[in-house]
C-alpha cells in the first residue's frame, strides 16, 4: 500500500478527522450561522466544565462575558452577510466563561467552512489563564529589578549620612547635661534608627530574593526562634507554646528566610499581647502540603485595617516600617507551592497560616 492507508469511503474520512478532533489536546467548538453549537470535543468539555449534551445545539454566547457575546455576534452576521472576514483567520483574545460562572481569558481562532449552502465556524480555544500568571509574574519581576536596582542606588547614598548623624547624635548624649537637650538628641537617635531599618526593609522588599530552598527541620527552626524571643515574651508574660504534628515537621524552604518571616509574626503577636497571653506555633498535614500556623488572642485587627496590611508603608504602629507583614508574604510566595494566609477579627486575635512542600520522603507525602 502506497503513502500509507488510503480509504475508499467518505465515511472512513469523516471518522478519522472526527477521531482526531475528539481526542486533540484544543478545545473544538464548531457553530452554525445563527451561532448554535455543532461540535464540542473532550477538551472544550474540560476547559469550559460543561457536558457535551448541555452544549449540543445551545447559543454560543452561553460559552462567552457579556462583554464579547455582542461583538462574536456581529462578527458572525457581518461575515454571513458579506463573506469579509473580520476573526476568521486571526487568533483573538476574549473573555469566556466556565460552567461554575468563573470568567477566564482565552484565546480563539476561527475557521469558516461552507456545506450544502451552510456556514459552519470552528473556534480552536486556548485557556490562557497560566499564559497570563505567568506574564504578571515577569512584568512584576522586572519591576522589582528595577526598583530593587533603584533602592540600591538609594540606600547607598543615605545610608553613609545617617551612620554619621545617629553617631554623633550618641556621642553628644553622654556629654550634655541639660535634660531638654538631651531629649532632643535621643529624639533624633531613635529616628535615624527609624530610617536605618526603613532602608533595610526597603533593601527586602524590592531587591529580587535568591532563595536557597533545602530540606527545612521545623522543629529544630522553631526552637531557636522562640529562643530569640523568649526572654522578652517573659517580660512581657505571654507563653508561647509548641504544637508540632508528627507528620508535619520537615519542608522545602530557604531556611534563613523562613526564620524571618517567624520573627517577624511572633514579634507582631507579642506586639498584639500587651497585657499577656499565649502564642501558639502549631504544624499539620493539609492536601499534601505542611502548614505552619502562628496564632494569638491578641486585640485582633479591625476589618478596615485588615484590608491595607499587605500594603508597603502602611502601618498603625508608632516606631513600625509598615513592611513587615509585605516582605513576609513575599517571601513565602516566592517560596515553590508557598502560601501566606492571614485571618483575624477584631477582639479575637490573629492566626496566620503558612503552607509549605513537603521534603521529598517526608511522611507528610505518603
Not at 542606588?153 to 545610608?159: D, F, G, L, N
Not at 509585605?326 to 479575637?348: A, M, Q, Y
Request: glycine share 10%; hydrophobic share 40%.
Amino acid at each position: 500500500m502506497k503513502h500509507g492507508a488510503v480509504f475508499d469511503s467518505q465515511d472512513k474520512h469523516f471518522e478519522v478527522l472526527r477521531g482526531a478532533v475528539e481526542n486533540t489536546n484544543e478545545a473544538f467548538v464548531t457553530i452554525d450561522q445563527d451561532s448554535r453549537v455543532v461540535l464540542f470535543n473532550r477538551a472544550a468539555e474540560r476547559v469550559f466544565g460543561y457536558r457535551r449534551e448541555e452544549v449540543l445545539g445551545e447559543d454560543f454566547g452561553m460559552l462567552l462575558s457579556p462583554m464579547c457575546e455582542g461583538g462574536h455576534r456581529q462578527a458572525v452576521d457581518r461575515y454571513v452577510a458579506t463573506r469579509r472576514p473580520t476573526l476568521i483567520g486571526h487568533e483573538t483574545e476574549l473573555k469566556v466563561i466556565r460552567k461554575d460562572g468563573q470568567t477566564f481569558p482565552a484565546s480563539i481562532s476561527f475557521s469558516v467552512a461552507e456545506i450544502d449552502g451552510q456556514l459552519f465556524f470552528t473556534g480552536i480555544v486556548r485557556d490562557l489563564t497560566e499564559h497570563k500568571a505567568l506574564e504578571r509574574q515577569v512584568l512584576q519581576s522586572e519591576r522589582l529589578a528595577a526598583l530593587g536596582q533603584a533602592m540600591a542606588e538609594i540606600s547607598h547614598e543615605i545610608k553613609n549620612p545617617l551612620i554619621m548623624i545617629g553617631g554623633f547624635a550618641r556621642q553628644l548624649l553622654g556629654k550634655l547635661k541639660d535634660d531638654k537637650d538631651r531629649a532632643k538628641l535621643r529624639i533624633i537617635a531613635e529616628e535615624v534608627a527609624r530610617l536605618e531599618r526603613l532602608l533595610v526593609g526597603l533593601r527586602d522588599l524590592y531587591r529580587p530574593q535568591q532563595l536557597f530552598v533545602e530540606d527545612v527541620d521545623l522543629a529544630l527552626l522553631l526552637a531557636e526562634v522562640v529562643a530569640l524571643v523568649e526572654d522578652e515574651a517573659n517580660r512581657q508574660g505571654v507563653a508561647i507554646q509548641v504544637e508540632l504534628a508528627p507528620e508535619a515537621t520537615l519542608a522545602r524552604a530557604d531556611r534563613e528566610k523562613l526564620k524571618q518571616v517567624f520573627l517577624n509574626l511572633i514579634k507582631n503577636s507579642l506586639e498584639a499581647l500587651p497585657g499577656g497571653g499565649a502564642i501558639t506555633i502549631s504544624t499539620r498535614h493539609e492536601a499534601g502540603r505542611i502548614e505552619v500556623l502562628v496564632a494569638d488572642g491578641g486585640e485582633g485587627i479591625p476589618e478596615e485595617v485588615r484590608k491595607h496590611v499587605f500594603s508597603p508603608f502602611f502601618t498603625t504602629k508608632e516606631q513600625g516600617t509598615g513592611l513587615g507583614l509585605c516582605i513576609s508574604k513575599r517571601i513565602i510566595d516566592e517560596h515553590p507551592g508557598g502560601t501566606f494566609v492571614l485571618e483575624s477579627r477584631e477582639g479575637e486575635g490573629t492566626v496566620v497560616t503558612i503552607g509549605l512542600v513537603p521534603c521529598s520522603g517526608s511522611p507528610a507525602r505518603l
